[in-house]
């Protein structure tokens, strides 16, 4: 699945960690998302949205 985490994060200034602690995940997840090989759970899509301030619809791109 394709996604904007990593535009929308470096929008927010924030490191693969620092997405990572704030959502309560490990680094590698993040990394796995931004690089489409992980789909997350609807819950981890939200708090990753939350975190990041925008919507689901506008991180993730469903195909």
Known sequence: ???KIKEYRIIHNLTQADL???VGVRRETI???EK???TP???L???VA???KTKIYK???FK
């Open 1 to 3: 699945m394709k996604n």
């Open 36 to 38: 489409g090989r992980y």
């Open 59 to 61: 991180l993730f791109v």
């Open 41 to 43: 759970s609807l819950k």
């Open 50 to 52: 939350k975190t990041l």
């Open 31 to 33: 990394i796995y998302l």
């Open 45 to 47: 899509a939200h708090d």
């Open 20 to 22: 990572a602690q704030k």
